[in-house]
């Protein structure tokens, strides 16, 4: 039996079509994956199966679940049950002031309709083969995204749906994480469907079944995983994998560390926040024109190695020794969630210019810098709000790099972009380092990334 | 917590010692003679002449300098002594105590009144929009422009005078509650219910309320289990700043409708200059002020632990 069918299923936002009229199939034990960039419309093609659109938008066509047509407005009865969706961001998806064990509980007990007791215990297993028992009378702001992840996919398979719509599971998440998540959802789906929504390659791989690549509401190309990931026939899908950073080039040997001068020293440095030590007996030396990869698991201390370099949180013991004067405001910090770290009240030239004034940047340097950033002028009267995710964040590389920084701390700064921006983004920063002399530190959960990308790597472990 | 009641203890003492002195201060600061004012306020205007206004001057000390007599007050503040009414003769202390009861029933009656108003229509405001939240926008606004003796005055010739349902004013009977309690409830839901509105259309439009609801909740489960306390905290949280709404609110109210609570009373001791009846009128508000915004403190710090520690 087909557990989901759909005819020509398409999205509108009044008369601008945002999802080709779209016809699939998917069966029991059938997995689809759609593997596309943010903004191609991936995510719309799951909330239209799911009947969950923000109200603006408008859906026509057909869906058809376990052989029968229903309503947009009849299928959140099958919600829990029948269909789930896996959202984006499980951060935000749980809700801030429960703990999550009650999350799970609530939905063996209400959804999946068991006696207190039992939604009890069983909540307790899931948890602990999850490897979160420890985790239960925590709130979401209290664990890191590969937890909340796990718990978001245990409370969204609890009612039993045979059908699960996931919207990027993987997204934010270091490597081991991302495997796992894709275990666990693999394994959830071994009788029922999945659909995954993807931008990642190697997530598309691990999943196998059949892939459909989408391009701006456009379905480019559909077809069996293997085949469509290795002999992939449309441009737009050969880009996409190129971009996979496994593929990226490798960049110069030269290693910087024996010919630049020495900038930062640091001596049995311990690091750590309020009055706990995260790292310690840290020792390392930062050279001008060099990049160092920064890596360990999420919460181990990856964003207070930067603070603590840069002088915004105190060392809990040991010494940071700089070997330059620089003014404190050449040693920056690009951050990794740009739209939190722009005022959104002002257009972006007026940043920009704010800061042109307040450190006399001589403004003959903004243009060619803007065309190497890919950064159109126009851009630049609109607000935060109202670009990209990816253009704010070469924006906040252009505001960083000219200030001639001598250090930059580049805090996760890709891992909220697609693969093709992600390698534009990462070989600029490397560009930067080698032509400025700039001392550029690289904080990433992808090995892949950092491999290609530095000259050598530093790992954190608690 | 320990540090939260400790600064709040510390904030209580300012408090109490500013308001003292500004009323102190601001009193001095009026026009007209004090004897004569404390005379009319005893023996009534047509009995107030130079002699009876020379008797309250002597048996007052009325001729002490200013700074003495701030000075008089505060070692009697020290020591718990607000001293005794000017007019009564009473003490400071039992005629607050009296009238405290008065007010605080008045301003938790107007309170639930305001919550029972504001909550349910800041709700359906946010679930239904359209006509309906552009009604009770209109209404909230209108509502905030009115003082709040204009609404007292309207409940009056409506309920009062052109219905005749409820007592005009006075404080006989439970009736008599309503309408300073109702004045008080409208003034404060006019802005709260729009509080409760934005709270819970976040709330609606968040991911983690759609996660509960495609996880399988029912939207009463998903409301229940996941709305009131999110929206909650907020909502906690603006009651704190609408004290000052209440408070003031409170005086206006009583004096309108001859409620015998703190606010009437210090608005009759400022006619006849009663200095030790308004100061101590003015510190019981102060002190209210702070108590309740510490509980309101400590209401959100349960609804909401995030912040971790109280501050």
């Known amino acids: ?462 | 917590m320990r540090a939260l009641l400790l600064k709040r203890g510390l904030q209580l003492i300012a408090v109490a010692w500013g308001v003292g002195t500004l009323t102190f201060l601001l009193m001095r600061a009026l026009p007209g003679d004090m004897a004569y004012r404390i005379a009319a306020g005893r023996y009534g205007m047509d009995a107030t002449d130079t002699t009876s206004a020379d008797i309250v001057r002597a048996e007052l000390g009325l001729d002490q300098s200013a700074i003495a007599a701030y000075g008089q007050w505060f070692i009697d503040l020290l020591s718990l002594n607000l001293g005794r009414s000017l007019v009564s003769g009473s003490l400071v202390i039992d005629e607050l105590w009296h009238m405290l009861g008065h007010s605080v029933s008045l301003a938790i009656a107007g309170s639930i009144l305001s919550l029972f108003i504001a909550v349910p229509i800041g709700l359906a405001s946010a679930w239904k929009g359209g006509w309906l939240d552009r009604l009770v926008l209109s209404v909230s606004t209108a509502m905030r422009a009115l003082p709040v003796f204009v609404i007292g005055l309207l409940m009056i010739i409506l309920f009062a005078l052109e219905w005749q349902l409820l007592p005009v004013a006075g404080y006989d009977t439970a009736f008599h509650l309503i309408l300073p309690a109702l004045t008080l409830g409208l003034s404060m839901a006019a802005v709260s219910a729009r509080v409760v509105h934005v709270e819970a259309k976040r709330v609606f439009g968040s991911t983690f309320y759609e996660f509960a609801r495609t996880k399988g909740l029912t939207h009463v489960q998903a409301f229940r289990r996941h709305g009131v306390r999110n929206i909650a905290v907020p909502v906690v949280a603006f009651f704190g700043i609408q004290l000052i709404t209440m408070i003031e609110g409170v005086v206006m109210i009583e004096s309108l409708f001859s409620w015998p609570g703190i606010g009437h009373g210090l608005v009759h001791a400022i006619f006849s200059r009663d200095i030790p009846v308004i100061q101590g009128a003015a510190l019981m508000m102060g002190i209210l002020f702070v108590v309740m915004n510490t509980l309101v403190d400590i209401a959100c710090y349960y609804l909401d632990p995030r912040g971790g520690q109280l501050q």
């Open chain 1, 1 to 462: 039996m087909n557990l989901i069918t759909t005819h020509e299923l398409a999205v509108y936002a009044g008369e601008t079509q945002l999802l080709q009229p779209m016809s699939l199939t998917l069966s029991a034990g059938e997995r689809l994956t759609i593997l596309g960039q943010t903004g191609s419309g991936k995510s719309l093609l799951a909330q239209a199966i799911m009947g969950n659109l923000p109200s603006s938008l408008r859906c026509t066509g057909q869906v058809e679940l376990f052989g029968e047509t229903v309503e947009e407005r009849f299928r959140p009865a099958l919600w829990g049950n029948k269909l789930s969706l896996l959202p984006q961001e499980p951060w935000n998806a749980l809700s801030p002031l429960m703990k999550v064990g009650n999350q799970l509980v609530e939905t063996y007990r209400w959804v999946a309709g068991q006696k207190k007791a039992q939604a009890q215990a069983n909540a307790e297993q899931v948890l602990t083969d999850y490897g979160l028992a420890s985790s239960d009378h925590k709130r979401v702001d209290e664990l890191s995204g590969g937890m909340a992840q796990r718990v978001a996919i245990a409370c969204a398979m609890a009612g039993g749906a045979p059908v699960l719509l996931a919207d990027e599971p993987t997204k934010g998440l270091d490597v081991s994480r991302r495997d796992q998540v894709v275990q666990l959802l693999l394994k959830q789906s071994d009788q029922g469907a999945l659909v995954t929504i993807t931008h990642d390659v190697a997530v598309a791989r691990q999943i196998g079944g059949r892939v459909m690549v989408m391009k701006q509401g456009v379905l480019v190309e559909d077809g069996q995983a293997e085949e469509v990931l290795n002999t992939p026939q449309h441009p737009y899908t050969q880009s996409l994998i190129e971009a996979d950073p496994v593929r990226w080039p490798k960049g110069s040997e030269t290693h910087f560390a024996e010919q630049g001068d020495a900038l930062i020293q640091v001596n049995q440095l311990a690091i750590g926040r309020g009055n706990t030590i995260l790292v310690s007996d840290l020792n390392f030396t930062v050279h001008t024109g060099e990049v160092i990869g920064v890596v360990g698991d999420s919460g181990c201390g990856k964003s207070t190695l930067g603070d603590t370099l840069l002088n915004l949180t105190p060392a809990m013991a040991g010494r940071v020794e700089r070997f330059s004067s620089a003014d404190q405001y050449r040693w920056q910090k690009l951050y990794q969630d740009p739209t939190a770290a722009v005022s959104h009240a002002v257009s972006l030239r007026t940043l920009l210019m704010d800061m042109v004034s307040l450190h006399k940047v001589d403004t003959d340097r903004i243009e060619p810098l803007m065309a190497r950033l890919g950064l159109d002028d126009d851009l630049l009267n609109r607000t935060a709000s109202q670009i990209s995710g990816g253009e704010l964040q070469r924006f906040c590389m252009l505001r960083v790099l000219l200030l001639d920084p001598v250090f930059l701390f580049a805090d996760e700064p890709t891992s909220r972009l697609d693969p093709i921006t992600t390698r534009e983004v990462s070989q600029l920063l490397v560009d930067a380092a080698k032509e400025q002399g700039c001392a550029v530190m690289l904080v990433s959960h992808d090995p892949a990334l950092i491999e290609k990308r530095c000259d050598r790597v530093i790992q954190l472990t608690t």
